[in-house]
């Protein structure tokens, strides 16, 4: 009995042992999934479940979830998305325990995994998108204030309250890059700017919970229309929808710095509230040290979040990173405990914080310490979660600062019909190996996997000549076309060769990623891949039958330089190379050169026969988890950004 014991204490200790070298959001994710594994709902005082309904709450939960998704390609994370969604909406995308005519921008938060799921390639799809349709109806019906801000509930009129805006603008914003009309744009940037203009502090720079532009509310200042105070998850779902609208709104348009100035202003503002001992913020943020004030987790984790991602995105300050840090340490100091099965819960997050209702709330100093706190409430634990993955990425996000990785769109220049407009109208789009196609046909884990090492990317329209591939280090070639794939393919020309291998001598970075023999133009692309050495076979291996995914299994040696954390991967319908000086083999297979490497001038080449990291065999969902392609694409992205020189892009400039 004695020895049974010990070795239960041995194997409790050593998965203990396992669970504290695995990252905080999925060790939180890991949690909220074994509290919640089929529905989200709190307990209730009895311990039973409580009835889940479609509400906010899900939303950001989930969104947290989404971002460890990326991280990790662990398709149990997408599947928990799907089922909590799948609880909701019907086959003809109604949304069950939904109520449009409340007109409340609480119910739009958990849209954002309906449009995560809508871009998937998956069957039945559809009905994500008519169920975002939904949401969106409602927002373009929203009560709006004279000015054409969002009442924050219809039972809430002429409120605008900070809650909302991350509430309804990140899925607003998203949609419509989506489906929507450009103009909308200008209705987001709006919200931001009338909560800035009316709510802001000029003293402290803070801005205040709610406005009534009505002045009728007891809460309101009969003067401003503003709160009495300023609460901390307040200002957080505001400063949070800040850095995840910037994600949408283009580079071009013109009043995207109006949304990086607001940001620019706010975030110093709240640095200045930080405790100085403990690093977090106070629940009444300005109230530090009054009594009964508390260190509050959800203000907390979202000061955090929109810190660390303003930083990588460029918005704030890097000397803003220390910040972050201190504050995320000290949230795991303050606020993270750990039971006897290994499994953390976040400690100290409010319930609620509202104005008006029944039993009204004043928004005095007193009610804001009234409210209850909660072990794991998921207002604080879906930003933990998030703040979270910003730490893990700021961790491995210097390689690839300054760095550009382009992809071609000029050889592979496919197109398909993209989505149909709310109007019905139906746009062509870019198809097959783009950074932002989410579909399995596209690159869009690879583009995040690279703009997490720190790395811009973008796409080259045009033919590659000097002033294209200006400020590129890495650059990509995709599965030239053939006739049946665009009518009039751009063949690789002499010009094209001269000009890469111009580039590539100067530092460049070139990747060649060719296809099976059908469904490749090999003749011209293997043109250039010869001023390197290299040469795609006319020759198919790793013919897949249906899901017989051993048949395209191959094997990577520990030691590979290129691969180092890789053991196997998935690799279907390949063309094997053939390399000659100053090519030499990287991976090979079964006698067949799978994989080359050529070193050029200051530049590299790397080359392989096929485009086998877009997102169906890199996100997984698809292939066993046995295939390594996700670590093989991040390490990968990781040689790439090590390689050449930083003279590619101004030797470029010389020629």
Known sequence: MTTKGSFLGVLLLFSQCLLAQTPWSQRMVASIMASNPDSISYKREDGTKGVAHWEYETGVLLEGVKQVWYRTADDRYFNYIQKQMDRYVTADGDIRTYRLEDYNLDFITP????????????????????????????????????????????????????????????FAVEYNSLYGDTKHYDEVINEFVWMEKHARDEKTGLIYHGWDESREQKWANPKTGNSPNFWSRAMGWYAMALVDVLDYIPQSNPRRGELVAILQRFMPALVKYQDPKSGCWYQVTDRMGDKGNYLEASGSAMFVYALAKGVRMGYLPASMMATAHKGYDGMLKTFIST??????????????????????????????????????????????????????????????????????????????????????SVEQEPFHYTWDDRQHSGFFWWKTIF???????????????????????????????????????????????????????????????????????????????????????????????????????????????????????????????????????????????????A??????????????????????????????NFQAAKDLATWLLRQGASAASSASSKQ
């Open 451 to 597: 703009n997490n090492l720190g790395a811009k990317t973008t796409t080259i329209e045009g033919a590659p000549t000097s002033t294209s591939l200006k400020g590129a280090d890495v650059y990509i070639i995709v599965d030239p076309d053939t006739p049946k794939e665009t009518p009039k393919p751009n063949y690789v020309s002499e010009a094209d060769i001269n000009a890469i291998a111009n580039w590539v001598q100067a530092g460049g970075t070139l990747v060649l990623m060719a296809n099976d023999t059908s469904n490749c133009e090999h003749k011209h692309f293997n043109q250039l891949a010869a001023r390197f050495g290299m040469q795609f076979l006319p020759k198919n291996r790793n013919m897949v039958q249906g899901d017989h995914f051993e048949q395209g299994k191959i094997s990577i040696p520990a030691g590979n330089a290129i691969f180092p954390k890789t053991r196997t991967v998935y690799i279907k319908e390949l063309s094997p190379l053939d390399v000659k000086a100053p090519a030499k083999a990287a991976v090979t297979d079964a006698g067949d050169v799978i994989m080359g490497v």
């Open 111 to 170: 849209g954002r995994s309906l449009l995560l799921l809508a871009q998937q390639s998956l069957p039945g799809k559809e009905k994500y998108r008519k169920a975002a349709d939904l949401l969106h109806k409602q927002l373009m019906q929203q009560p709006r204030t004279k000015e054409g801000g969002f009442w924050h509930k219809k039972r809430y009129p002429y409120q605008m309250w900070l809650d909302g805006l991350y509430m309804a603008e990140p």
């Open 339 to 424: 039971d006897a099965k290994g499994l953390i819960h976040l400690e100290k997050t409010v319930v609620v914080g509202g104005l008006g209702g029944t039993p009204y709330r004043d928004g005095s100093y007193e009610y804001y310490l009234s409210e209850p706190i909660r072990q794991d409430d998921l207002k604080g634990v879906g930003p933990f979660i998030m703040a979270s993955v910003e730490m893990e990425i700021a961790a491995e996000n210097g390689l690839g600062k300054g760095k550009t990785v382009a992809v071609d769109n000029y050889f592979n220049h496919e197109s398909r019909k993209g989505y149909t407009h709310t109007d019905g």
């Open 599 to 628: 070193k050029v001038g200051k530049g590299t080449v790397f080359a392989v026969g096929d485009p086998w990291l877009y997102n169906e065999y890199v996100d997984g969902r698809k292939i066993p988890a046995i295939y390594q």
